[in-house]
């Protein structure tokens, strides 16, 4: 005998069971039609497989699981699916679902099944399949996917397999009749069961008000293979529940939040197994089940096995209800059943009772009086709850300290409803408050996730917004590098980049003066400091260094960009400019020196000095303008040397050459050795003649379309008028004289008149000209 | 065939709120008859004018709070709260003591906390202290017992009629009967040794008539323990601490302290043990809360009754640690079924 632990808590309502077992073990009529639920277990409702008209065969399936957790469902008996539409179903809320309409035939022919010889020979997951396509879902209370429970990963070691026979609930004698009737069929499916999940115990626990059915499973347990041990336990309600019962036969707790896979234990009805054996050695599907018919309204209580689907109310009348005092009508237990409000609603899996209640037997609650506090819903809880604070806590709202009491380990057994002085509604509080406080979750999981979305988009908002302002500064970027290519390029071309390198230079230039001047003064404020006696010497002498290093830095800036830019070379005027300085300097040093010497002023060396500095400065300079004079000159003068100069210039030639001559003619009435004038007048006119040529050549460069100076033009024409008078009165005088030279001035005369003519015309064709370039 | 569509259970333990206030006034009779018993008609007048008092006042602010009146007074709790405080005053004390008493029993520490179940103290005792600080005089000036008046039979306590007189102010308790409480002279003894007290004493001689008053409390608490009207948990801590601790300092020195039996029999203790500590509206609430709350109880009057200024110290025992309850609920809440350890304090873990 194994040994028993308890649980906290519970109680002992009226059992009532006797009621229904008055009578044997009977099998419900066939109803008129059967109701069939797509959902009668936890999980996803079932796919139908057949439509409205297709005929079916008992066993057949009709619905096929959707998903993992969801079920099969067959067809109870043969007839005709009548129709495929929503029904009220078993709900404690009282809602329609989608059910599956047979309309029997009367036949009960089954579909083509045989069961299996050795179930020991079928893989693991053969076997798991065979359950699942028998359509087997818990048949004691919530009606999870049995197949799911038995066929657990590899990382699930079960240690014990624990038979929920209990029926702890009053009223209830469904599991008490199958364990007298058919122990041997929950034997063989333990056997099933033991084979799938392989357990080192299996323990079937019933309370100690079903001998009979104690005695029938430890007789059908003593031929099996297995060691399997039936544990009678004190009738205590809840001690059915799941938790409960492990906690009754193992002494271990099923952590918060755990299942009880989780530490090697699992659960499974009698009912549950029995319909195992049912579908593994004869190929049946669960298609029926035994209910308890039972309640003061009903005239001959017991037990039926029933076809799933069937109407409530063709049970009722099976068993004779009265109508008139039928007041309650209770699925399941009286502590966790709920009501239904419709006697067309089917019996469905999970349906081990239905109690057809007078007023008399459930009485309306009494209205609810003030909680005291008295504590006996305390000594009751089977979970360890504080229920009376709860109570509190859900009539305040106060859902968060409802949490901290572990309002969610609440099984809802309605113990500390049941012993309530006050006939406080606790179990409905702990409902309300479990509803807002799931509502409050799923509203805070849609906030968090709104909130995620929300910070994702303005995230991808501000990448975006940064993702242009790149590309838009990028663009900038590129049309600058363009731009400043195209700058460089076009100077180049027309005007020497000397500008900008110019303005560098003299940045440099300034910055180095500037670094030199800082240098220096930090070298000063050195010396103040050391003979100060400062203590922060080492931070001026690594101001210092710094200065210097900057300094440095700067001048080689500087004299990199001077190699890089050489100056461009100064221009004529400016060296004539410093030469010129450089004179009046020397000058001005003379005469200062003079002074000092005749004064005998001690400064006299030092000026000394100076101006032989000056002199050579002035020297350098004047040789320097020598020199770009004599590189510039010629290009210069025939560039920018204009008419006028060059006219000036061949005139000065004349002028000298004539001078030279007269000279030349001088000494040569002299006498005297004119040999080297002879040379010089030579040179004379040859540069005369060079000017000439200069000049001459300038005036035929001179483009056309700037036209001749109308002024000029003038001028040349009175010129000419004016040498023709002249001319013309000096042929008169000599005429009149009779000078030789007559003739030579009638052919100058006539020279003069033509160039007169030439000029005239000239100017006349400089004024059309000038006329219709005003014009234009 | 209208089907009722209600969510379970559908069971119902027949069960009144009122039902357990009955057994607990019920319980409560057999101190009162050895009150009657061995002081006279007093606390019987004094009981039921507490009652009819505690009821109108209890109907009045009901009125004023609209709420159903026969269904409030159903509960049997101001009935009660009157008994408790009447078995606690002195048998042949003025009617308007207990008048007041009851009003601010009633109205102010009750409904004006919200009615039954919502108030933090318990009513009987606040009203007792309340009138404990304001009429000393009155609630000191106890009555001898028979026993002590003339020894052998009831004839020397005041007939039906003068105990109404007196209790109305028509009279005068005869200065014959009036005398000190054993805790009053125990608490007054000075620098008397124990021993020189019990043989000077002839009420200490005497104490029979509270050892069965006593007694007949602890008879109505085992009846309430047994029909579970409440658990052992409180009184059994409280009594026991109080033994533990007057042990302890008798042990140590017999001639200063008074042996355990003359605090667990004198006095309220029992009433208070029994009847008013266990009032479950202002105690602890788990089995552990109630096991800390009964104890300190217990160390309490100890203290008070030793250290304090006052003889007895039931009300202010059971008044401070009606002000510890809601605490120890938080930090003495049950293991939940599945958790490792259980939940302490306020916030969540």
Same mark, same amino acid.
Not at chain 1, 518 to 529: E, G, M, P
């Given at each position: 005998?194994?040994?028993?632990?308890?649980?906290?808590?519970?109680?002992?309502?009226?059992?009532?069971?006797?009621?229904?077992?008055?009578?044997?073990?009977?099998?419900?009529?066939?109803?008129?039609?059967?109701?069939?639920?797509?959902?009668?277990?936890?999980?996803?409702?079932?796919?139908?497989?057949?439509?409205?008209?297709?005929?079916?065969?008992?066993?057949?399936?009709?619905?096929?699981?959707?998903?993992?957790? +969801?079920?099969? !469902?067959?067809?109870?008996?043969?007839?005709?699916?009548?129709?495929?539409?929503?029904?009220?179903?078993?709900?404690?809320?009282?809602?329609?679902?989608?059910?599956?309409?047979?309309?029997?035939? #009367?036949?009960?022919?089954?579909?083509?099944?045989? #069961?299996?010889?050795?179930? $020991?020979?079928?893989?693991?997951?053969?076997?798991?399949? !065979?359950?699942? @396509?028998?359509?087997?879902?818990?048949?004691?209370?919530?009606?999870?996917?049995?197949?799911?429970?038995?066929?657990?990963?590899?990382?699930?070691?079960?240690?014990?397999?624990?038979?929920?026979?209990?029926?702890?609930?009053?009223?209830?004698?469904?599991?008490?009749?199958?364990?007298?009737?058919?122990?041997?069929?929950?034997?063989?499916?333990?056997?099933?069961?033991? @084979?799938?999940?392989?357990?080192?115990?299996?323990?079937?626990?019933?309370?100690?008000?079903?001998?009979?059915?104690?005695?029938?499973?430890?007789?059908?347990?003593?031929? +099996?293979?297995?060691?399997?041990?039936?544990?009678?336990?004190?009738?205590?309600?809840?001690?059915?529940?799941?938790?409960?019962?492990?906690?009754?036969?193992?002494?271990?707790?099923?952590?918060?939040?755990?299942?009880?896979?989780?530490?090697?234990?699992?659960?499974?009805?009698?009912?549950?197994? =029995?319909?195992?054996?049912?579908?593994?050695?004869?190929?049946?599907?669960?298609?029926? $089940?035994?209910?308890?018919?039972?309640?003061?309204?009903?005239?001959?209580? #017991?037990?039926?096995?029933?076809?799933?689907?069937?109407?409530?109310?063709?049970?009722?009348?099976?068993?004779?209800?009265?109508?008139?005092?039928?007041?309650?009508?209770?699925?399941?237990?009286?502590?966790?059943?709920?009501?239904?409000?419709?006697?067309?609603?089917?019996?469905?899996?999970?349906?081990?009772?239905?109690?057809?209640?007078?007023?008399?037997?459930?009485?309306?609650?009494?209205?609810?009086?003030?909680?005291?506090?008295? #504590?006996?819903?305390?000594?009751?809880?089977?979970?360890?709850?504080?229920?009376?604070?709860?109570?509190?806590?859900?009539?305040?709202?106060?859902?968060?300290?409802?949490?901290?009491?572990?309002?969610?380990?609440?099984?809802?057994?309605?113990?500390?409803?049941?012993?309530?002085?006050?006939?406080?509604?606790?179990?409905?509080?702990?409902?309300?408050?479990?509803?807002?406080? $799931? $509502?409050?979750?799923?509203?805070?999981?849609?906030?968090?996730?709104?909130?995620?979305?929300?910070?994702?988009?303005?995230?991808?908002?501000?990448?975006?917004?940064?993702?242009?302002?790149?590309?838009?500064?990028?663009?900038?970027?590129? =049309?600058?590098?363009?731009?400043?290519?195209?700058?460089?390029?076009?100077?180049?071309?027309?005007?020497?980049?000397?500008?900008?390198?110019?303005?560098?230079?003299?940045?440099?230039?300034?910055?180095?003066?500037?670094?030199?001047?800082?240098?220096?003064?930090?070298?000063?404020?050195?010396?103040?400091?050391?003979?100060?006696?400062?203590?922060?010497?080492?931070?001026?002498?690594?101001?210092?260094?710094?200065?210097?290093?900057?300094?440095?830095?700067?001048?080689?800036?500087?004299?990199?960009?001077?190699?890089?830019?050489?100056?461009?070379?100064?221009?004529?005027?400016?060296?004539?400019?410093?030469?010129?300085?450089?004179?009046?300097?020397?000058?001005?040093?003379?005469?200062?020196?003079?002074?000092?010497?005749?004064?005998?002023?001690?400064?006299?060396?030092?000026?000394?000095?100076?101006?032989?500095?000056?002199?050579?400065?002035?020297?350098?300079?004047?040789?320097?303008?020598?020199?770009?004079?004599?590189?510039?000159?010629?290009?210069?003068?025939?560039?920018?040397?204009?008419?006028?100069?060059?006219?000036?210039?061949?005139?000065?030639?004349?002028?000298?050459?004539?001078?030279?001559?007269?000279?030349?003619?001088?000494?040569?009435?002299?006498?005297?050795?004119?040999?080297?004038?002879?040379?010089?007048?030579?040179?004379?006119?040859?540069?005369?003649?060079?000017?000439?040529?200069?000049?001459?050549?300038?005036?035929? =460069?001179?483009?056309?379309?700037?036209?001749?100076?109308?002024?000029? !033009?003038?001028?040349?024409? =009175?010129?000419?008028?004016?040498?023709?008078?002249?001319?013309?009165?000096?042929?008169?005088?000599?005429?009149?004289?009779?000078?030789?030279?007559?003739?030579?001035?009638?052919?100058?005369?006539?020279?003069?008149?033509?160039?007169?003519?030439?000029?005239?015309?000239?100017?006349?064709?400089?004024?059309?000209?000038?006329?219709?370039?005003?014009?234009? | 065939?209208?089907?009722?569509?209600?969510?379970?259970?559908?069971?119902?333990?027949?069960?009144?709120?009122?039902?357990?206030?009955?057994?607990?006034?019920?319980?409560?009779?057999?101190?009162?008859?050895?009150?009657?018993?061995?002081?006279?008609?007093?606390?019987?007048?004094?009981?039921?004018?507490?009652?009819?008092?505690? &009821?109108?006042?209890?109907?009045?602010?009901?009125?004023?709070?609209?709420?159903?009146?026969?269904?409030?007074?159903?509960?049997?709790?101001?009935?009660?709260?009157?008994?408790?405080?009447?078995?606690?005053?002195?048998?042949?004390?003025?009617?308007?003591?207990?008048?007041?008493?009851?009003?601010?029993?009633?109205?102010?520490?009750?409904?004006?906390?919200?009615?039954?179940?919502?108030?933090?103290?318990?009513?009987?005792?606040?009203?007792?202290?309340?009138?404990?600080?304001?009429?000393?005089?009155?609630?000191?000036?106890?009555?001898?017992?028979?026993?002590?008046?003339?020894?052998?039979?009831?004839?020397?306590?005041?007939?039906?009629?003068?105990?109404?007189?007196?209790?109305?102010?028509?009279?005068?308790?005869?200065?014959?009967?009036?005398?000190?409480?054993p805790l009053e002279v125990f608490k007054h003894k000075g620098a008397v040794t124990t021993e020189e007290l019990w043989s000077q004493s002839a009420l200490l001689n005497g104490l029979e008539p509270w050892q069965g008053i006593s007694l007949a409390y602890l008879a109505g608490g085992i009846y309430l323990l047994i029909r579970k009207v409440y658990t052992w948990h409180i009184p059994g801590a409280m009594l026991f601490s109080l033994f533990m601790i007057s042990g302890?300092?008798?042990?140590?020195?017999?001639?200063?302290?008074?042996?355990?039996?003359?605090?667990?029999?004198?006095?309220?203790?029992? &009433?208070?043990?029994?009847?008013?500590?266990?009032?479950?509206?202002?105690?602890?609430?788990?089995?552990?809360?109630?096991?800390?709350?009964?104890?300190?109880?217990?160390?309490?009057?100890? &203290?008070?009754?030793?250290?304090?200024?006052?003889?007895?110290?039931?009300?202010?025992?059971?008044?401070?640690?009606?002000?510890?309850?809601?605490?120890?609920?938080?930090?003495?809440?049950?293991?939940?079924?599945?958790?490792?350890?259980?939940?302490?304090?306020?916030?969540?873990?």
């Amino acid at each position: 005998m194994s040994r028993i632990w308890s649980f906290h808590g519970g109680i002992h309502p009226p059992e009532n069971k006797r009621q229904s077992l008055q009578r044997p073990l009977e099998r419900a009529p066939l109803p008129a039609q059967l109701i069939l639920p797509l959902q009668q277990h936890i999980g996803a409702p079932a796919t139908p497989l057949v439509e409205v008209g297709d005929k079916v065969l008992k066993g057949q399936a009709i619905a096929e699981p959707t998903g993992h957790v +969801s079920v099969y !469902l067959h067809a109870p008996t043969s007839g005709t699916v009548s129709a495929i539409d929503c029904y009220p179903v078993p709900h404690p809320s009282g809602m329609d679902g989608l059910c599956i309409v047979i309309e029997p035939d #009367g036949q009960e022919q089954w579909i083509e099944h045989q #069961g299996v010889d050795d179930f $020991r020979s079928l893989e693991k997951a053969e076997l798991a399949t !065979l359950i699942r @396509h028998a359509g087997i879902s818990g048949m004691g209370g919530a009606g999870f996917p049995t197949e799911i429970k038995l066929h657990l990963s590899d990382d699930h070691i079960v240690n014990t397999l624990i038979i929920n026979g209990v029926e702890c609930e009053p009223y209830i004698t469904a599991d008490d009749t199958l364990m007298r009737e058919r122990a041997e069929d929950i034997i063989g499916g333990i056997e099933i069961a033991a @084979h799938l999940i392989k357990p080192t115990h299996c323990l079937i626990g019933i309370e100690d008000n079903k001998p009979e059915a104690a005695m029938a499973l430890t007789r059908a347990a003593r031929n +099996s293979e297995l060691d399997i041990e039936v544990v009678v336990v004190p009738t205590k309600y809840p001690s059915g529940g799941e938790k409960q019962l492990i906690k009754l036969l193992t002494g271990v707790e099923v952590p918060f939040g755990r299942l009880p896979a989780d530490i090697g234990i699992v659960v499974q009805n009698v009912s549950t197994m =029995a319909a195992i054996y049912r579908a593994v050695h004869h190929g049946e599907p669960l298609i029926s $089940r035994i209910t308890t018919l039972t309640g003061d309204a009903l005239a001959n209580p #017991g037990n039926v096995e029933v076809l799933i689907g069937t109407p409530i109310s063709e049970l009722l009348a099976y068993a004779g209800a009265d109508s008139q005092r039928l007041n309650r009508l209770v699925m399941g237990g009286p502590m966790m059943g709920y009501t239904l409000n419709d006697p067309q609603i089917p019996v469905i899996k999970t349906s081990n009772c239905i109690i057809a209640a007078t007023a008399e037997e459930f009485p309306e609650a009494a209205p609810a009086q003030d909680c005291i506090r008295c #504590g006996h819903c305390e000594q009751v809880c089977p979970v360890g709850l504080l229920p009376q604070q709860l109570h509190w806590f859900a009539k305040g709202k106060e859902f968060d300290k409802a949490l901290s009491h572990n309002l969610m380990d609440c099984i809802e057994c309605g113990a500390c409803s049941y012993v309530c002085l006050s006939n406080i509604p606790l179990v409905q509080y702990y409902r309300f408050a479990k509803g807002e406080i $799931r $509502r409050e979750q799923f509203d805070q999981r849609n906030a968090e996730q709104a909130r995620i979305r929300f910070e994702a988009r303005q995230q991808r908002l501000e990448r975006e917004k940064q993702e242009k302002a790149d590309k838009r500064k990028a663009r900038a970027e590129t =049309a600058s590098r363009a731009q400043t290519a195209r700058k460089a390029l076009t100077p180049a071309d027309s005007q020497p980049a000397t500008v900008d390198p110019q303005a560098q230079l003299k940045l440099l230039k300034t910055a180095a003066a500037v670094a030199r001047t800082k240098l220096k003064k930090a070298d000063k404020a050195l010396v103040q400091a050391q003979t100060d006696g400062v203590d922060d010497l080492a931070e001026l002498q690594a101001a210092i260094d710094g200065a210097k290093a900057k300094a440095e830095q700067s001048q080689q800036a500087l004299e990199q960009a001077e190699q890089q830019n050489p100056a461009p070379p100064p221009t004529l005027a400016e060296l004539k400019i410093a030469a010129a300085t450089a004179r009046t300097k020397v000058n001005k040093t003379e005469k200062a020196l003079a002074d000092a010497e005749t004064k005998g002023v001690p400064s006299a060396d030092k000026l000394r000095s100076s101006l032989e500095g000056l002199r050579a400065k002035a020297d350098a300079a004047q040789l320097a303008l020598e020199q770009a004079e004599a590189n510039t000159a010629p290009p210069a003068a025939a560039e920018e040397m204009d008419i006028k100069q060059l006219k000036t210039a061949a005139s000065i030639a004349r002028t000298k050459l004539k001078k030279a001559q007269k000279t030349l003619q001088a000494a040569q009435e002299a006498g005297e050795d004119s040999a080297s004038l002879q040379q010089q007048v030579d040179q004379l006119s040859q540069q005369s003649d060079t000017a000439q040529q200069a000049f001459a050549a300038a005036e035929a =460069a001179q483009p056309k379309s700037t036209g001749p100076d109308l002024k000029a !033009l003038k001028s040349a024409a =009175a010129i000419a008028r004016t040498k023709i008078k002249k001319t013309e009165k000096a042929l008169a005088d000599a005429q009149q004289k009779g000078l030789a030279s007559a003739t030579a001035l009638a052919a100058g005369l006539e020279k003069l008149k033509t160039k007169a003519q030439h000029a005239e015309q000239a100017l006349a064709d400089a004024k059309q000209l000038a006329n219709t370039e005003t014009v234009d | 065939m209208a089907l009722l569509h209600i969510s379970s259970p559908h069971a119902h333990k027949a069960g009144h709120a009122g039902n357990l206030m009955r057994q607990v006034i019920i319980a409560a009779l057999p101190g009162l008859a050895a009150l009657c018993y061995y002081f006279g008609w007093g606390p019987l007048i004094n009981v039921l004018l507490a009652s009819v008092l505690a &009821l109108l006042f209890e109907a009045a602010v009901i009125k004023l709070r609209r709420r159903p009146i026969g269904f409030y007074l159903g509960d049997y709790s101001a009935i009660l709260t009157a008994l408790l405080l009447a078995l606690a005053l002195p048998p042949y004390i003025p009617w308007w003591t207990t008048t007041i008493g009851i009003f601010f029993a009633i109205v102010i520490a009750k409904q004006l906390y919200g009615g039954l179940g919502q108030n933090p103290f318990n009513p009987a005792m606040i009203a007792y202290a309340l009138l404990l600080i304001s009429f000393p005089v009155e609630m000191t000036r106890w009555s001898a017992p028979f026993t002590l008046i003339d020894g052998t039979s009831g004839a020397a306590l005041p007939s039906f009629g003068d105990a109404l007189a007196i209790i109305f102010g028509q009279a005068q308790l005869p200065d014959a009967v009036t005398m000190a409480t054993p805790l009053e002279v125990f608490k007054h003894k000075g620098a008397v040794t124990t021993e020189e007290l019990w043989s000077q004493s002839a009420l200490l001689n005497g104490l029979e008539p509270w050892q069965g008053i006593s007694l007949a409390y602890l008879a109505g608490g085992i009846y309430l323990l047994i029909r579970k009207v409440y658990t052992w948990h409180i009184p059994g801590a409280m009594l026991f601490s109080l033994f533990m601790i007057s042990g302890f300092f008798y042990g140590s020195d017999p001639s200063n302290y008074a042996p355990p039996l003359f605090h667990l029999t004198l006095g309220a203790t029992m &009433l208070g043990a029994f009847f008013i500590a266990t009032d479950p509206v202002t105690a602890a609430t788990s089995n552990k809360g109630k096991l800390i709350y009964g104890a300190s109880i217990g160390i309490l009057v100890y &203290l008070i009754r030793n250290w304090g200024n006052y003889p007895d110290a039931i009300a202010f025992a059971i008044l401070l640690m009606n002000l510890t309850a809601p605490f120890l609920d938080y930090y003495t809440r049950p293991r939940t079924y599945g958790h490792k350890q259980a939940q302490r304090g306020i916030g969540r873990k």
